[in-house]
């Protein structure tokens, strides 16, 4: 069973920076999309940044000139950079990928990883 696991959450204090990684366990061939989401507490998941698998980034309005997410396709690992942050971005981001193919074949056509905490405060 191929999971995802995400690392680099914690507390950061407003204006300062995290980066995240998210990489799959397992042999993977491929991975299509690769995404962040992020969970508030009360709010509903709310997408962050995707970036496919040539590397075109997406990105919602509030992260911006702000956040930067990337790829190492070699390594199937998703980074997104946090720079800037504010008490607002604190949430639970979670890593999403889209069709992924271990190297016996086997075709996730989605995964999430199990969050990290990101707090941002002073």
């Known amino acids: 069973q191929v999971q995802l696991v995400e690392s680099g959450g914690g507390l950061a204090q407003p204006g300062g920076s995290l980066r995240l990684s998210c990489a799959p366990s397992?042999?993977?061939?491929?991975?299509?999309?690769m995404g962040w989401y992020r969970q508030a507490p009360g709010k509903q998941r709310e997408l962050v940044a995707t970036i496919s698998s040539a590397g075109r980034p997406n990105y919602a309005d509030s992260v911006k000139g702000r956040f930067t997410v990337s790829r190492d396709n070699a390594k199937n690992t998703a980074y997104l950079q946090m720079n800037s942050l504010k008490p607002e971005d604190t949430a639970v981001y979670y890593c999403?990928?889209?069709?992924?193919?271990?190297?016996?074949?086997?075709?996730?056509?989605?995964?999430w990883g199990q969050g990290t905490l990101v707090t941002v405060s002073s």
């Open positions: 397992g042999n993977i061939f491929s991975i299509n999309v």
């Open positions: 999403n990928a889209d069709r992924v193919m271990t190297m016996t074949a086997i075709v996730y056509l989605e995964l």
